[in-house]
């Protein structure tokens, strides 16, 4: 008994050294992109960012639970949209339409600013980030080439990087043009370039394939969201995308029933029991009722460590995130901390959630829990969608807890270390 002690304590010390080992080198990840020019900006923006996209997130939740036909409000207490209020909700749509699709051309202007930055002042020039935030509008506000998405970050990035030090370089050598000059010349071919680009892509007779969000939909989640393989598969896809800053497919970050999985069990489900579905390892069974609580990787632990755990600037800006996480959006959190390649939680983010799911098959498998079949409003709180979506069976409400537990203590030892990490650069 003595020596089976000691193997379990040494087995434990040898754990706990292995995660201290892969702690350090996340960090000395951290440490070098920090010294990149395209990350070290590329983190600075999103700081500048945060004040918009709270206002822009708390807006559009705004706008889609309280004013928006099938909304979550709306549905839930049967009511419907007064006609004094349909045109000013039609009114407040467009508003958060245009805020939402001006949240990356601020990235790229902010971008392209904090690029300049450590420049001397005569190799700066105002209209750089300006070119930079027309262009990105231009490129980015439609849904042909380019999903619109505020998380669409990377693919922004890499552009006004390029764009920003091709114009550096046109400004160091004016050997023939006045230097303000060069630069309105350059401002007007962008333009130019951008509307003939986007002109073509709107009118083409492909534009449909070439939009990369529909072609992960029909061609990627729809092949793999029937059984439990390819859940896993795609939630570790959606995981990446988001650190990337990448847009994930939107069946992927919220509740879809258009997928055909998702549409046999909720025809089966009229006709027998909810236990006796066909597709009980499906997207909507697995995911969307037991991983993606906050929004894609599980983004509401890391809230609920924050608040138990944080300073107090990490307390406020998890507060700041609780509400829209309620509600399925991570968007403030993915800013702030950032979760955007942020080595520390790159492994928590992708893990989270596959043990979220593969903990809700084994139930499933063992008749322990009911599936969640049937449909809800969108924006339907993401903690309670397994117990609403399985005919109100109590025992989801228990699984979920069980998961977010998880969750949280596979999150612990990142944030942990994250924190202490953000303690020491403050102190």
Same mark, same amino acid.
């Given at each position: 008994?003595?020596?089976?002690?000691?193997?379990?304590?040494?087995? !434990? !010390?040898?754990?706990?050294?292995?995660?201290?080992?892969?702690?350090?080198?996340?960090?000395?990840?951290?440490?070098?992109?920090?010294?990149?020019?395209?990350?070290?900006?590329?983190?600075?923006?999103?700081? @500048?960012?945060?004040?918009?996209?709270?206002?822009?997130?708390?807006?559009?939740?705004?706008?889609?639970?309280?004013?928006?036909?099938?909304?979550?409000?709306?549905?839930?207490?049967?009511? @419907?949209?007064?006609?004094?209020?349909?045109?000013?909700?039609?009114?407040?749509?467009?508003?958060?339409?245009?805020?939402?699709?001006?949240?990356?051309?601020?990235?790229?202007?902010?971008?392209?600013?904090?690029?300049?930055?450590?420049?001397?002042?005569?190799?700066?020039?105002?209209?750089?980030?300006?070119?930079?935030?027309?262009?990105?509008?231009?490129?980015?506000?439609?849904?042909?080439?380019?999903?619109?998405?505020?998380?669409?970050?990377?693919?922004?990035?890499?552009?006004?990087?390029?764009?920003?030090? !091709?114009?550096?370089?046109?400004?160091?050598?004016?050997?023939?043009?006045?230097?303000?000059?060069?630069?309105?010349? !350059?401002?007007?071919?962008?333009?130019?370039?951008?509307?003939?680009?986007?002109?073509?892509?709107?009118?083409?007779?492909?534009?449909?394939?070439?939009?990369?969000?529909?072609?992960?939909?029909?061609?990627?989640?729809?092949?793999?969201?029937?059984?439990?393989?390819?859940?896993?598969?795609?939630?570790?896809?959606?995981?990446?995308?988001?650190?990337?800053?990448?847009?994930?497919?939107?069946?992927?970050?919220?509740?879809?029933?258009?997928?055909?999985?998702?549409?046999?069990?909720?025809?089966?489900?009229?006709?027998?029991?909810?236990?006796?579905?066909?597709?009980?390892?499906?997207?909507?069974?697995?995911?969307?009722?037991?991983?993606?609580?906050?929004?894609?990787?599980?983004?509401?632990?890391?809230?609920?460590?924050?608040?138990?755990?944080?300073?107090?600037?990490?307390? @406020?800006?998890?507060?700041?995130?609780?509400?829209?996480?309620?509600?399925?959006?991570?968007?403030?959190?993915?800013?702030?901390?950032?979760?955007?390649?942020?080595?520390?939680?790159?492994?928590?983010?992708?893990?989270?959630?596959?043990?979220?799911?593969?903990?809700?098959?084994?139930?499933? @498998?063992?008749?322990?829990?009911?599936?969640?079949?049937?449909?809800?409003?969108?924006?339907?709180?993401?903690?309670?969608?397994?117990?609403?979506?399985?005919?109100?069976?109590?025992?989801?409400?228990?699984?979920?807890?069980?998961?977010?537990?998880?969750?949280?203590?596979?999150?612990?030892?990142?944030?942990?270390?994250?924190?202490?990490?953000?303690?020491?650069?403050?102190?």
């Amino acid at each position: 008994m003595a020596a089976f002690r000691f193997d379990h304590s040494s087995g !434990c !010390c040898k754990m706990k050294e292995t995660l201290a080992a892969l702690l350090t080198q996340l960090e000395h990840w951290q440490n070098a992109m920090n010294k990149v020019s395209f990350f070290a900006a590329f983190y600075a923006a999103l700081k @500048k960012m945060l004040p918009f996209v709270v206002v822009t997130v708390f807006f559009h939740l705004f706008v889609s639970i309280f004013l928006t036909q099938p909304g979550f409000f709306l549905t839930v207490f049967n009511i @419907k949209l007064p006609a004094f209020l349909q045109a000013p909700a039609i009114e407040l749509s467009q508003l958060d339409f245009y805020l939402t699709r001006l949240l990356l051309p601020l990235f790229a202007f902010f971008y392209a600013e904090h690029l300049m930055e450590p420049l001397d002042h005569d190799n700066r020039h105002d209209l750089i980030p300006l070119v930079n935030f027309i262009v990105t509008f231009l490129l980015f506000s439609n849904d042909f080439l380019f999903q619109a998405s505020g998380q669409n970050l990377l693919v922004v990035a890499a552009v006004t990087f390029v764009l920003t030090r !091709c114009m550096q370089l046109l400004i160091r050598h004016p050997n023939t043009f006045n230097r303000q000059l060069l630069i309105m010349f !350059c401002l007007l071919c962008l333009v130019s370039a951008a509307l003939a680009a986007a002109y073509l892509l709107k009118n083409h007779q492909f534009a449909q394939t070439v939009n990369l969000g529909q072609w992960f939909n029909d061609r990627f989640v729809y092949l793999l969201s029937t059984n439990f393989a390819g859940v896993l598969l795609l939630a570790i896809t959606a995981s990446l995308f988001l650190w990337l800053g990448l847009p994930a497919p939107l069946a992927l970050t919220r509740n879809t029933f258009s997928l055909p999985a998702a549409i046999g069990n909720l025809n089966a489900s009229l006709d027998n029991k909810v236990s006796t579905v066909p597709n009980v390892l499906s997207l909507h069974t697995l995911y969307d009722a037991f991983a993606v609580f906050g929004g894609v990787s599980m983004s509401f632990a890391l809230i609920l460590l924050l608040l138990l755990k944080g300073r107090a600037q990490s307390k @406020k800006m998890a507060k700041i995130a609780l509400l829209p996480s309620l509600f399925n959006s991570n968007q403030i959190l993915a800013f702030a901390l950032p979760i955007f390649f942020n080595p520390l939680l790159l492994l928590p983010a992708v893990l989270a959630p596959l043990a979220a799911v593969s903990i809700s098959a084994i139930a499933l @498998k063992m008749n322990l829990v009911n599936p969640a079949v049937y449909q809800l409003p969108q924006r339907t709180p993401s903690l309670f969608v397994a117990f609403l979506s399985s005919g109100a069976d109590w025992r989801n409400l228990l699984l979920v807890v069980i998961n977010l537990a998880v969750g949280m203590l596979i999150y612990f030892p990142f944030v942990n270390r994250w924190l202490e990490r953000d303690r020491d650069e403050k102190d």
